[in-house]
């Protein structure tokens, strides 16, 4: 098998509620940035992660329609699904294609266009992440989930909401400093607890937003990387972790633990050769403040239980022991749901290489993705080391 | 790059509308009939091709899900999606999965269930394959673009109503031997030409039905195949190509020839050392009549202009020159679109193995799948070589 590494990355500007720019325009901007990043002349092929293109804009076939609008015809070009795990799956299966030897350069990007549909839409389009016959036929949406989640960690390990409110306040603080962030405000665990309740116990500054958003990154073989590399450092990807669960989460054993998660990170541990405590910088799946803390458990990065105490002493800020979303997550950046597993590599890939300004975690040279689908029915885990 | 081959394939007993079945329970089915023919005790990953389940179900997230229904977690599961090509798309990442050593054992499976939606929601959804904005949009549909394709060829070629009917008249023919077949009735050309007119020149009896249906393989390294394989000899997957077109039909430079199809093929012959008349036995795309005539062509089975007298003649018949369609084709078998593409697989395999019974294609042992979607923005061809 051959090692593969990064090359380029790209997003667009910002992220945000784009009514100006279409579903194909955001994966473009993003894409050609990435390419551009990279230096390369050409690609041999594509995967674009994408969850539900058909209900939030009419539009399926986004591979071939993405390589079309790229000017990159014939190259192969599929799409990739996995809920909001999207992103991930597509870098792993452009991760395979190289490591395959089938191709030498693969862009991968994952978009969302969410904001051409209204809330209940919207909702409805999330919603089909879970499980249709049992949970979203019966009127469950995301918030309600989670927030079964987050009642039994209360339950079980005495989180409080603070601790929920905890990691929104680091995750729009670390996304301040963060130019392409949707919601850049900073907030208090005041402001969160007297925010409008959306599903208790979590409000509305619990949960992360609808975004419109792309992002995209160059592969190509290890040994290829350097000669090809015209900006930056290559990155390897060097742990690659896929592991599903039941769809319906009244399902599962065990209600506070994302065992998908858990299954996905011992796979990319072994592949790697690493251990949690040697990550030094990890960008998780906050779709929700208790997804953060629960995946953060699940990771390994702290004790099981203790991921609510460790966010409030701030053990993941930035200058933490253990920095968790230092791009600001799901909750400041914004998650377009199929883009948000590649811009988890966009901004490890940044910070590995230095180039992350003020939220930059200082010399970090090892790193860590973790992006999952609906409450946990897939996790897709990626660490990463510059060469 | 490891070897590929598959070892074992399952499909539904009967394809059709079938009302009494959900999309996860179709699924299920075609997957154990796979399991059970190849005879493991074990897969290590899935792959699920499936094109629009979210406006067909409302649910998305099939990888997950159909993993959780088969009793398979925590195996990576993920959905891959190129429109009606969404089943060869999924092969592919299989095969590349295998080739890349990251796993030994993958099910590939494709799944749609296309009724439980009225007719007009069903249109709408198939038409997320074309271009969104400058086709659906403005109300274009599939048997619209097809035809367009169909006078287009007529015109240049003198292709005749007669010789488009004639693929209806062989496929019906051929799947009135197939006991899978949603339509297995013998009908004429005048039946054809007789039949409700649904976009000049294409009558309902030149289109493929709306089909609930599923399929699957199993894949692994060619050299455990033998080990593995527990019914009927291993079929090694000697070539894979994939290629794009401009998603929207009216940007091609030619609107008689399927380009994605040709480059696609050409990889394939080029992968496998193969030329197009070695080829033995054909599952082709033939979503309308016009579609199997343009793609034969495409594949260089027969001159280019010359599809239409090809099929007249019979030479594409099961003892023809070339046969074509063994299964019935979509015509005849139906056209569950992300199950097609398996599908084609599973009929090629039984067809190397010798076990077609009234429809066998009498010595076959080397074969090629096409597979499109849309309009042919995107196709994947395989040829396969019984071991």
């Known amino acids: 098998m051959r090692d593969v590494a990064i090359i380029g990355v790209g997003m667009n500007k910002k992220w945000g509620e784009l009514w100006e720019v279409s579903l194909r325009d955001l994966f473009v901007e993003a894409a050609l940035n990435a390419i551009e990043n990279a230096g390369v002349d050409h690609i041999d092929s594509m995967y674009v992660g994408c969850m539900s293109s058909g209900l939030f804009t009419g539009q399926e076939h986004v591979g071939a329609m993405m390589a079309d609008y790229l000017g990159q015809c014939p190259v192969p070009a599929t ?10 799956a597509a870098v792993r299966a452009g991760f395979m294609e190289i490591a395959s030897g089938m191709s030498d350069i693969v862009l991968v990007g994952g978009v969302e266009k969410m904001t051409d549909v209204d809330g209940d839409e919207a909702t409805y389009a999330l919603a089909t992440a879970a499980d249709q016959e049992w ?4 009127g ?3 918030p309600g989930l989670y ?11 005495g989180t409080t909401v603070q601790q929920l409110a905890s990691v ?10 963060n130019p392409r ?3 850049p405000m900073k907030i208090t665990v005041d402001t969160v607890l007297n925010s409008v309740m959306v599903a208790d116990p979590l409000h509305i500054l619990d949960c992360s937003p609808i975004t419109d958003g792309a992002a995209a990154i160059i592969l190509c073989p290890a040994d290829r990387a350097k000669a090809l590399c015209k900006n930056g450092a290559p990155v390897k990807i060097i742990g690659s972790g896929q592991a599903s669960d039941t769809i319906a989460f009244h399902s599962r054993a065990d209600l506070t633990t994302i065992e998908s998660t858990a299954k996905a990170a011992a796979k990319a541990y072994a592949m790697a050769g690493k251990k949690p405590e040697e990550m030094q910088v990890v960008e998780v799946h906050d779709c929700f403040t208790i997804a ?5 458990e699940a990771l390994g990065l702290v004790e099981k239980g203790k991921g609510g105490p460790a ?16 791009s600001g997550g799901l909750k400041s950046k914004g998650h377009p749901v199929g883009a948000t597993g590649v811009a988890q590599m966009v901004e490890v890939v940044e910070q590995l290489r230095g180039e992350s300004g003020d939220r930059q975690v200082k010399g970090a040279r090892l790193g860590m993705t973790q992006n999952m689908g609906g409450t946990g029915a897939s996790s897709l885990v990626h660490i990463l080391e510059v060469m």
């Open 181 to 183: 962030s949707q919601f």
């Open 79 to 88: 799409r990739v699904e996995s809920a909001c795990a999207s992103g991930g």
């Open 147 to 157: 927030a079964m989640m987050a009642v039994a960690h209360m339950h079980r390990y």
């Open 292 to 296: 953060e803390i629960m995946v953060t």
């Open 168 to 177: 929104a306040v680091k995750n729009h603080l670390n996304g301040s400093k």
């Open 135 to 138: 949970e979203a036929f019966n």
């Open 140 to 142: 469950v949406t995301f």
């Open 311 to 326: 966010v409030e002493s701030g053990e993941t800020a930035i200058d933490g022991r253990i920095p968790v979303n230092p």
